[in-house]
Every structure is written in structure tokens, then in C-alpha cells.
């Protein structure tokens, strides 16, 4: 059984210039699914082994492509192994050109994800139609090396409700309609020693759910020239 691998993924500036890539790269959608590898005809999670949405073709029974599986459909990103060998060491350049041979294969609940050498420009593209991000991966490094994860963010400032100083984190809520909105807690690091309870605080993060709170929300700095009544909730 291939493990899928540990993936440290780097942080990136905002700023699409900025992006500290040299040489060969390519950027793939990044799809907000979950992670699984289609294994010799098996459809396997981290943790738990998921229903195929559809028959299999006779070909992908000796291969193993990493994906995300989302509302019913397997979204390719890679190939681990094909015609019962493993392929995870050769560079993704050649990977991604084993994946372009079988994609016509794919049945209808097979896709693969959209792959550019434009970073900047898929980046643009996927955030402008709401989705997630993308992830840079060098073309001449092995599965599940080099890859950096660049997430569409947006800022909040948040109002610091209560602090927990063994967590070195805090509380946090903002205004809408009048009433304290809970946005969860949000890990303040090195910065903990200088907010308050009641400080204004700059917070990045992913989206919203539905409780209000923020998905993914990190530090970003302290806003002593905010009021903390113009802490107002947007979507």
C-alpha cells in the first residue's frame, strides 16, 4: 500500500511577483476536496476507504493517481504508478505526461485538474471563480516534493475577546447587526505579549462558515489605528 506523503507546504507572499520560484514550475488547482489516492482499482483515503462514483476502466486497475475526490467526482493531479509500476520518483514533467496519456480515458466522474506553467495567471483565474488556490510544484522534483500551497485570503480585523496565554491565542468576534459575532480563536504566536483583551487585531483567513467563525485564520498584525466599533462582519 503507497502512503500518500506528509507535505509541508510553504507559505507565499500575497503578491504574485513576489513568489520566490526559480527554474521549472508548474501550478495545478488547488481543489478544496479530499485527498485520496485511486490505488489498484481502490478508492483510499488517509483514513477510510471511499466508494467508487462509477465503474473502472481496465486500465486504472494497475495504476495509482493521487487526487481529490469532491461531490462525486476524482480530481487527477498526479501519477504514483502505472502498468503495476511505481512512478513517484521520476520528475513531475514526466508524470504529468503519463497523466495527459490516460486522461482520455477517464470515465465522466474522473476529471483532471487544471495544470499551467502561467503560475500567476491559473492563480488569478481560480480565485476570480472562487475557488481555493493553487499549488506550485517544481517539474523536475519527485511525488510529493517541492510543492508549496498558495490559498486565496482575505482580511478581517477582528476585536480580542479573551486570551489564553498557555495556547498563546485568542478570542476573537466582530460586529454585525448590532450583536458580537464569534469568529473562533485565532494562534497569535510571537505577537501574544503585545495584544490585549479588547485590541483590534488583522487576521487572514480562507473563508467563512456558516457559524461565522473563520476558516483558517492566522496573525497578520496589530491595529492600534482601528476602532473597535468599526469591526463590522462582511460575507
Known amino acids: 500500500m503507497i502512503e500518500l506523503p506528509s507535505v509541508e507546504y510553504a507559505a507565499l507572499p500575497e503578491h504574485l511577483d513576489c513568489w520566490p520560484f526559480a527554474g521549472e514550475w508548474v501550478a495545478q488547482e488547488k481543489i478544496d476536496g479530499v485527498r485520496a489516492l485511486l490505488e489498484w482499482g481502490n478508492l483510499r483515503g488517509r483514513k477510510l476507504n471511499h466508494t467508487l462514483p462509477g ?5 486504472f486497475r494497475t495504476a495509482v493517481l493521487d487526487g481529490e475526490l469532491k461531490d462525486g467526482v476524482f480530481h487527477v493531479f498526479d501519477v504514483v504508478a502505472l502498468d503495476g509500476a511505481e512512478v513517484s520518483r521520476k520528475p ?26 502561467n503560475l500567476a495567471g491559473l492563480y488569478a483565474s481560480v480565485v476570480a471563480s472562487g475557488g481555493e488556490g493553487v499549488v506550485v510544484k517544481k517539474l523536475s522534483a519527485g511525488w ?4 508549496h500551497k498558495a490559498k486565496r485570503l482575505v482580511t478581517h480585523d477582528l476585536i480580542v475577546e479573551s486570551l489564553d496565554a498557555k495556547k498563546r491565542s485568542a478570542s476573537c468576534y466582530q460586529w454585525r447587526d448590532g450583536t458580537r459575532l464569534d469568529c473562533g480563536r485565532v494562534n497569535l504566536g510571537m505577537a501574544f505579549d503585545s495584544v490585549a483583551v479588547g485590541s483590534v487585531i488583522e487576521v487572514a483567513a480562507m ?8 476558516r483558517e485564520a492566522r496573525f497578520v498584525r496589530l491595529r492600534n ?3 473597535a466599533a468599526d469591526c463590522v462582519a462582511v460575507p
Do not use: I, Q
Open 55 to 59: 465503474a473502472l476502466p481496465e486500465a
Open 92 to 117: 513531475l514533467s514526466e508524470r504529468l505526461e503519463l497523466l495527459a496519456t490516460l486522461t482520455p480515458l477517464f470515465p465522466d466522474w474522473m476529471r483532471p485538474v487544471a495544470t499551467s506553467r
Open 144 to 147: 510529493g516534493r517541492e510543492w
Open 207 to 214: 473563508a467563512r462558515h456558516a457559524s461565522g467563525k473563520l
Open 225 to 227: 489605528d482601528k476602532p
